[in-house]
Protein backbone atom coordinates (compact mmCIF):
# COMPACT_ATOMS: atom_id res chain seq x y z
CA UNK A 1 0.00 0.00 0.00
CA UNK A 2 1.37 3.56 -0.65
CA UNK A 3 0.28 7.15 -0.01
CA UNK A 4 0.49 9.80 -1.72
CA UNK A 5 0.29 13.41 0.06
CA UNK A 6 -1.69 15.86 -1.74
CA UNK A 7 -1.68 19.59 -0.52
CA UNK A 8 1.99 19.46 1.35
CA UNK A 9 4.37 22.02 1.42
CA UNK A 10 4.33 25.41 1.63
CA UNK A 11 1.79 27.72 -0.50
CA UNK A 12 2.94 30.45 -2.15
CA UNK A 13 1.57 33.53 -0.62
CA UNK A 14 0.17 36.44 -2.67
CA UNK A 15 2.67 39.24 -3.93
CA UNK A 16 1.71 42.63 -2.14
CA UNK A 17 0.80 44.17 -5.07
CA UNK A 18 1.52 44.13 -8.81
CA UNK A 19 2.59 47.02 -10.02
CA UNK A 20 1.06 48.84 -13.49
CA UNK A 21 2.51 51.14 -15.89
CA UNK A 22 2.58 53.80 -14.00
CA UNK A 23 -0.64 55.31 -15.03
CA UNK A 24 -2.77 52.94 -13.78
CA UNK A 25 -3.17 52.15 -10.28
CA UNK A 26 -1.33 49.00 -9.00
CA UNK A 27 -3.48 46.13 -8.35
CA UNK A 28 -3.67 44.16 -5.26
CA UNK A 29 -4.42 40.21 -4.93
CA UNK A 30 -5.64 40.28 -1.70
CA UNK A 31 -8.57 42.48 -2.42
CA UNK A 32 -8.91 40.72 -5.80
CA UNK A 33 -9.66 37.63 -3.89
CA UNK A 34 -11.84 39.20 -1.32
CA UNK A 35 -13.69 40.91 -4.11
CA UNK A 36 -14.08 38.00 -6.22
CA UNK A 37 -14.49 35.39 -2.86
CA UNK A 38 -11.53 33.29 -4.44
CA UNK A 39 -10.34 30.60 -2.03
CA UNK A 40 -6.73 28.74 -1.92
CA UNK A 41 -7.62 26.56 -4.82
CA UNK A 42 -6.27 29.05 -7.45
CA UNK A 43 -2.82 29.19 -6.43
CA UNK A 44 -0.66 32.34 -6.21
CA UNK A 45 1.18 32.36 -9.43
CA UNK A 46 -2.25 31.31 -11.43
CA UNK A 47 -3.78 34.46 -9.58
CA UNK A 48 -0.98 36.82 -10.45
CA UNK A 49 -0.69 35.34 -14.41
CA UNK A 50 -4.47 35.97 -14.64
CA UNK A 51 -4.34 39.27 -13.24
CA UNK A 52 -1.20 40.51 -15.42
CA UNK A 53 -2.87 39.07 -18.22
CA UNK A 54 -6.17 41.19 -17.27
CA UNK A 55 -3.86 44.12 -16.53
CA UNK A 56 -2.35 44.47 -20.04
CA UNK A 57 -5.20 43.30 -21.76
CA UNK A 58 -7.14 46.10 -19.86
CA UNK A 59 -4.36 48.50 -20.41
CA UNK A 60 -4.11 47.98 -24.39
CA UNK A 61 -8.09 48.65 -24.47
CA UNK A 62 -7.42 51.92 -22.83
CA UNK A 63 -3.87 53.02 -24.44
CA UNK A 64 -5.15 55.95 -26.35
CA UNK A 65 -7.57 57.30 -23.78
CA UNK A 66 -4.74 56.73 -21.50
CA UNK A 67 -2.05 59.16 -24.22
CA UNK A 68 -4.58 62.05 -24.52
CA UNK A 69 -4.84 62.75 -20.89
CA UNK A 70 -1.12 62.10 -20.64
CA UNK A 71 -0.83 65.03 -23.60
CA UNK A 72 -3.30 66.70 -21.40
CA UNK A 73 -1.13 66.73 -18.66
CA UNK A 74 -2.03 64.06 -16.16
CA UNK A 75 1.11 62.16 -15.37
CA UNK A 76 -0.89 59.34 -13.79
CA UNK A 77 -4.85 58.30 -13.13
CA UNK A 78 -4.77 60.17 -9.98
CA UNK A 79 -4.25 64.13 -12.07
CA UNK A 80 -7.19 62.95 -14.55
CA UNK A 81 -10.11 65.32 -13.57
CA UNK A 82 -13.45 62.99 -13.31
CA UNK A 83 -16.79 64.67 -14.21
CA UNK A 84 -18.50 66.93 -11.33
CA UNK A 85 -21.15 63.80 -10.88
CA UNK A 86 -18.14 61.00 -9.89
CA UNK A 87 -17.70 59.54 -6.95
CA UNK A 88 -13.83 60.10 -5.79
CA UNK A 89 -11.30 57.55 -7.43
CA UNK A 90 -14.31 56.88 -10.10
CA UNK A 91 -11.70 56.15 -12.77
CA UNK A 92 -9.52 53.69 -10.77
CA UNK A 93 -12.81 52.23 -9.65
CA UNK A 94 -13.83 51.50 -12.82
CA UNK A 95 -10.10 50.00 -13.87
CA UNK A 96 -10.43 47.73 -11.07
CA UNK A 97 -13.63 46.24 -12.03
CA UNK A 98 -12.53 45.76 -15.57
CA UNK A 99 -9.12 44.24 -14.45
CA UNK A 100 -11.38 42.14 -11.48
CA UNK A 101 -14.11 41.00 -13.86
CA UNK A 102 -11.56 40.04 -16.92
CA UNK A 103 -9.18 37.94 -14.51
CA UNK A 104 -11.61 36.57 -12.76
CA UNK A 105 -13.74 35.45 -16.21
CA UNK A 106 -10.02 33.83 -17.16
CA UNK A 107 -10.00 32.01 -14.10
CA UNK A 108 -13.41 30.73 -14.23
CA UNK A 109 -12.92 28.91 -17.55
CA UNK A 110 -9.47 27.42 -16.44
CA UNK A 111 -11.15 25.86 -13.24
CA UNK A 112 -14.20 23.86 -14.83
CA UNK A 113 -14.93 21.17 -12.10
CA UNK A 114 -13.09 17.63 -13.43
CA UNK A 115 -15.91 14.89 -13.40
CA UNK A 116 -17.75 12.71 -15.65
CA UNK A 117 -20.81 13.37 -14.68
CA UNK A 118 -23.86 15.57 -16.04
CA UNK A 119 -23.54 17.81 -12.19
CA UNK A 120 -20.25 18.75 -13.52
CA UNK A 121 -21.14 19.57 -17.52
CA UNK A 122 -23.72 22.14 -15.80
CA UNK A 123 -21.63 23.53 -12.85
CA UNK A 124 -19.12 23.86 -16.07
CA UNK A 125 -21.70 25.85 -18.39
CA UNK A 126 -22.87 28.19 -15.43
CA UNK A 127 -19.41 29.06 -15.22
CA UNK A 128 -19.46 29.43 -18.31
CA UNK A 129 -22.37 32.25 -18.25
CA UNK A 130 -20.62 33.68 -15.62
CA UNK A 131 -17.41 33.88 -17.52
CA UNK A 132 -19.80 35.76 -20.38
CA UNK A 133 -21.16 37.94 -17.57
CA UNK A 134 -17.76 39.26 -16.33
CA UNK A 135 -16.44 39.84 -19.58
CA UNK A 136 -19.57 42.05 -20.25
CA UNK A 137 -18.64 43.64 -17.15
CA UNK A 138 -15.01 44.57 -17.80
CA UNK A 139 -16.11 45.71 -21.46
CA UNK A 140 -18.96 48.53 -20.11
CA UNK A 141 -16.33 49.30 -17.24
CA UNK A 142 -13.86 50.07 -20.13
CA UNK A 143 -16.71 52.21 -22.02
CA UNK A 144 -17.72 53.96 -18.68
CA UNK A 145 -14.11 55.14 -18.81
CA UNK A 146 -14.09 56.19 -22.45
CA UNK A 147 -17.22 57.95 -21.78
CA UNK A 148 -19.34 55.74 -23.86
CA UNK A 149 -22.47 54.17 -24.08
CA UNK A 150 -22.62 50.42 -23.05
CA UNK A 151 -24.54 49.09 -26.05
CA UNK A 152 -23.93 50.31 -29.49
CA UNK A 153 -27.61 49.68 -31.62
CA UNK A 154 -27.88 49.56 -35.80
CA UNK A 155 -30.98 49.43 -38.21
CA UNK A 156 -30.31 46.90 -40.63
Same mark, same amino acid.
Given at each position: ?54 ? +? $??? #??? %?? *? ?5 ? !???? =? ?53 ? +? $??? #??? %?? *? ?5 ? !???? =? ?5
Amino acid at each position: MSLIAAGTGTALADPETLENNGFWPAITPADFREATRLDGTVTAPRLVQALQVAM +A $DVN #RQL %AD *WQAKRQD !GGAA =TLGDVIAPIWALPNHYALLYRRAVYATAHASLLERYRDVSATNESDERGEAKDEA +A $DDL #RRD %AR *WAVAEIE !GRDH =TTVELI
